[in-house]
């Protein structure tokens, strides 16, 4: 949307007070991302009765999911855009448009000739290799929203990750919503050690990042890759979401918890140094105290580098909704809170055990915590999610691949002294064009 936008000779800005056009970019799967869009819509409503602004946009995967209910109750927005019509965001611009732009089913795929601009600066990417989703979790609406799987094809995607690297990028984050599933839909099935592969080829890329990998069997040939590939960092982001055999059962996920360690093991044996991050779900319709039990357990022996713990959100077109045996808020949020403390010790003694060590960092930019502390991320730690490392001890600059030596750690940050300088500037911003638009994003 952001490249539309700069194609219709937009200027983009992050202050909406100053904007034309106000798009929300919402999510739609949970409940608390849910009322953060809502939030979000309605501060920026008010934002348009105040300030200068036209046009309020509503995009994404609220609005695919609940078009009518939302038209219905939001006379202040102007346009909805589904989760599949973001390019329609220029005859939104253009002017003219009709109020609803939802398309259904939700289809579109990203291609490489689509206008991109990253919000986030040139040196880091997301590439989003699949739309879409086949499988049946039963607690899970996004197969609901997004569709089936609809995997981009190699050339493609290579295409664009060419092009993000010639303009500056020097780390990918592959994504998708199955990622390990990638390519299964297409003509000749070319797996994803096929796409890494090419995706290494990339002169100039440094890292190569694989999210979402479902915990089905890892093959040989992907496991080899992450342990050895240069490029290929040794992270593996692959959500659990439970350890017992009956909770995986209700949530329709396949396998029982004895796949689960043995994937484990696969991955702590054969990645030496890798860092495993995971997510769980807690408070599903059915979880006793002994399943939580259960997953406490295996938490504990499986000591991953990083847990994200959800508690379980009660959506209307999952196959979860109609499970019985519900687990009350209060015992769902206990649940959290008690897994997030057992996890805590063990990241932090996986962080303080890089204390003394050497490691490249890739500069993001200013840091959270002050502006003339800049904070990067080692090939451990994934944008937006991970901790970072602070950073001291000599000028860098974003977008820059130094060397630091670790001199303390904390439960998820790290701070670093910066040894070499060896990296260069991106490229600077392209020129400002007329007009102003402002994304929102929410999750
Ligand atoms: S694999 Fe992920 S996106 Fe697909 S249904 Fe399961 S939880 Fe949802």
Redesign the pocket.
Known sequence: MLGVALGEEYQLTADPAEAECIVVNTCGFIGPAKEESIDTILAMGRMKEEGRCEKLVVAGCLSQRYPDDLAKEMPEVDHFLGSSDMLRLGEVLAGGAERMLVGNPANYTLRATDPRVLSQGQHSAYLKIAEG?N???SF?A??AIRGKQRSRGVDDIVAEAERLVAGGTLELNVIS??TIAFGRDLDGRPDLATLVRRLGDIAGLRWLRLH?L?PETLTDELVELIAQHPKVVRYVDM?LQHASDAMLKRMKRGHGGTRLRRVVETVRNRIPGVVFRTAFIVGHPGETDEDFKELCEFVKWAEFDRVGVFRYSDEEDTGSFTQTAKVTKKDSAARHRKLMALQRPISRKRNRALVGRRVEVLVDGASDQHEYVLQGRHAGQAPDIDGVVYLSGAEVRPGEMVTAEITQSADYDLVGEVLLDDGDVPAAPPPKPRRRVSLRVTA
Do not use: A, G, K, S
């Open positions: 989703c499988r049946t979790c899970c996004i197969p919503q199955d979402y479902y959500p």
